[in-house]
T-cell receptor, first 114, second 111 residues
């Protein structure tokens, strides 16, 4: 069964450093998303991406964040200058279409900023 | 914007009993309501969803009901098993984008 994969599973970084989180969405999916989950809290939408551009973004997704689809398979989230409060699980998701609705989530990357 | 509330925050049931988790939403434009199960250390897994043009959907031991007028929807799990223990999240969205999740319910199924 196809699935969304994410690397690394755990990333530790120092405050102020840049991090790139990587995702490989399901191959025939066209819509891609990033969510984050601070420990013990609910999953929060960050950004959606379609046709090589951002479709929608939340207030959390400020200028420190960017997304990219550098090739036909990867989808990345970059945090330019990490802050302590960026520590969270980051989930990538993909869907075949928006009218279908179903989003499939990857296993997540735990980001720890020290 | 959309706001989703979820109750209860924790739920313990005996194996074999039923579990019900309820969610309310605020935005009448929302028309897609998925339920996700999250096991420890894993990403959310879609377990069932419902669209606003139906009132109920069932998949084996899991069912979801939707009341558009009251803006609430519920997850029902019958004949619970220990492997049902997890955190369950409801979500609401218009057209499947920009999910707004509820705060989650930690379900414990006691043997």
């Amino acid at each position: 069964e196809p699935e969304v994969t994410q690397t690394p599973s755990h990333q530790v970084t120092q405050m102020g450093q840049e991090v790139i989180l990587r995702c490989v969405p399901i191959s025939n999916h066209l819509y891609f998303y990033w969510y984050r989950q601070i420990l013990g809290q609910k999953v929060e939408f960050l950004v959606s991406f379609y046709n090589n551009e951002i479709s929608e973004k939340s207030e959390i997704f400020d200028d420190q964040f960017s997304v990219e689809r550098p090739d036909g398979s990867n989808f990345t989230l970059k945090i330019r200058s990490t802050k302590l409060e960026d520590s969270a699980m980051y989930f990538c998701a993909s869907s075949e279409s928006t009218t279908q609705g179903e989003q499939y989530f990857g296993p997540g990357t735990r980001l720890t900023v020290t | 914007g959309e706001n989703v509330e979820q109750h209860p925050s924790t739920l313990s049931v005996q194996e074999g009993d039923s579990a019900v988790i309820k969610c309310t939403y605020s935005d009448s434009a929302s028309n897609y309501f998925p339920w996700y199960k999250q096991e420890l250390g894993k990403g959310p897994q879609l377990i069932i969803d419902i669209r606003s043009n139906v009132g109920e959907k069932k998949d084996q031991r899991i069912a979801v009901t939707l009341n558009k007028t009251a803006k609430h929807f519920s997850l029902h799990i019958t004949e619970t098993q220990p492997e049902d223990s997890a955190v369950y999240f409801c979500a609401a969205s218009p057209w499947g984008q920009n999910f707004v999740f509820g705060p989650g319910t930690r379900l414990s199924v006691l043997p």
